[in-house]
């Protein structure tokens, strides 16, 4: 048998291979084996195996690799030895349960979802500059650092970043870097809760797959307070009786409305006379197209905000990473649960960032994808009004996506499943409002950043065209 490269004799009606030509122990193929048929039910429980005498002549190996690979998959618990010299396959193992069949996401041809950073233009070349410095200049004892907070150089550097471009007051003490603005939320709206918060209120329509189930999950009531194209109302705010508000008042989601002074002052004071704290959702800011982004609201009362920003829009969600400035009360307590999470963020990937954002590459990256999301955002605009006459573009020129309100004979489902049909996907809006009743207009939620501006005016003429079906 010795040179030959695969002996392939069977185990019950079972083929085993094993090889000579690949760098694992042959013991362990042999084990590697038994077990994936045993795993897979080929090898029913109480099923028994050749004496290893046997199974070791057949496979032209010794005695003792077969008798070491029955004694691991004994200790495994997958064999059990019996009287006699026999082995066994154990009682206790189990089938893995069948998995529901994976069901493909439907090809659509031309995809107006939402929430999507152009990710094919990721600066690669300069996030690669920036983890080649970090990976040789880190000291040791960095890369074992755990840090509830985060990296202090990163904290400094975001402070900066953050004070210079969004106006916020933001000291690096009292930043928490996370993954994301989805854990970010989770964890703030944990330690209010545990701090006997009850009450969240959030803006109606708003996203329904962060604060609202977090807080749901926390035990708090969920209040929603409706906005309207410039942002939160504010008229009816003193009848709102919440711990939390979460608002995103420079770009609000997915009305697309940039709050205005008076607004703002209303929703400070409002946060002011019952302690409250705000949480701002700052997840787009630096895509404003048609003139400088407004502050965050951090600024305006820093004791008071929580601000929350991300990586995911303007960099790839992929980075997993975004950042909490805190109100100096609330950041021990928000560490600690980051720790109690995951033991902080990863630091290299953290360390990377703020070179990152120390040699500029962030603006420069935030400088050149305006443009191209304006480009994109002109070319849906000019189709909707070509295609889609009555129907109406919101919010301010911003971001990655836009509202675009329906005409009353058109149901904003109906349209959604006639584009469907035409291989376009486009959002409806209705799964994001929190009250069921208030105002009833359909509209659809556009994504226009990672489709050319060829590809959205075709998905926009054959949205057209299925609103023309639908009115025949
Ligand atoms: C309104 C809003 N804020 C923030 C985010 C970013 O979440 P994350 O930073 O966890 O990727 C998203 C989602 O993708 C969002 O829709």
Request: one cysteine or more; proline letters at 7%; glycine letters at 8%.
């Amino acid at each position: 048998m010795a040179g030959n490269r695969t002996n392939s004799p069977r185990v019950g009606e079972l083929r085993l291979d094993v090889r000579r030509d690949v760098p694992v122990a042959l013991h362990r193929q042999i084990a590697a084996a038994v077990r994936a048929h045993i795993r897979s039910g080929r090898l029913p429980i109480g099923s028994s195996l050749p004496p290893t005498r046997l199974l070791a002549a057949d496979l032209g190996v010794s005695r003792g690799v077969v008798i070491e690979a029955y004694a691991q998959l004994t200790a495994e618990g997958y064999l059990a030895s019996r009287p006699g010299g026999y082995t066994e396959v154990a009682g206790g193992v189990r089938e893995p349960a069948d998995r529901p069949p994976v069901i493909e996401p439907a090809a659509y041809r031309i995809d107006f979802s939402y929430g999507r950073a152009d990710v094919a233009h990721f600066p690669r070349q300069a996030w690669l500059r920036s983890f080649r410095q970090v990976l040789t200049t880190t000291s040791t004892p960095e890369f074992a650092l755990l840090s509830g907070r985060g990296a202090p150089a990163l904290r400094t550097a975001l402070a900066d970043y953050l004070n210079r471009v969004r106006g916020t007051v933001a000291d690096p003490r009292n930043i928490v870097i996370t993954n994301g603005f989805a854990q970010g939320i989770r964890l703030l709206i944990q330690v209010l809760a545990d701090q006997g918060a009850t009450r969240l209120a959030l803006e109606d329509p708003a996203p329904d797959d962060d604060a609202r189930p977090a807080a749901l999950r926390a035990g708090l009531a969920v209040i929603g307070v409706p906005v309207d194209e410039q942002g939160i109302l504010t008229d009816g705010l003193d009848d709102v009786d919440a711990d939390t508000l979460v608002l995103a008042p420079s770009h609000q989601w997915p009305v697309g409305g940039a709050l205005p002074a008076a607004r703002r002052a209303a929703v400070v004071r409002w946060a002011c006379e019952r302690n409250a704290l705000l949480i701002e959702d700052d997840y787009d800011a630096e895509y404003r197209f048609d003139r400088d982004p407004l502050g965050a609201l951090q600024g305006l009362a820093p004791e008071q905000v929580a601000y929350a920003g991300t990586l995911s829009k303007t960099l790839a969600p992929g980075v997993r990473i975004g950042w909490l400035v805190l109100p100096e009360h609330l950041t021990d307590a928000v560490a600690e649960a980051k720790i109690a999470a995951d033991r902080g963020s990863a630091t290299l990937e953290q360390l990377a960032l703020a070179d990152f954002l120390v040699r500029g590459e962030f603006d420069r990256h935030t400088r050149r994808m305006r443009p191209l999301y304006r480009a994109r955002r002109e070319a849906l605009v000019a189709a909707l009004h070509r295609h889609l006459p009555g129907a109406r573009p919101a919010g301010i020129a911003a971001g990655l996506h836009l509202l675009v309100w329906l005409p009353p004979d058109l149901d904003e489902q109906e349209l959604a499943d006639g584009a469907a049909k035409l291989g376009v996907f486009v959002q409806p809006l209705s799964r994001y409002r929190i009250a069921p009743v208030g105002d009833r207009r359909g509209a659809l939620i556009l994504g226009y950043s990672v489709l050319s501006e060829s590809a959205i005016a075709e998905g926009i003429a054959l949205l057209g065209e299925a609103a023309r079906r639908l009115r025949r």
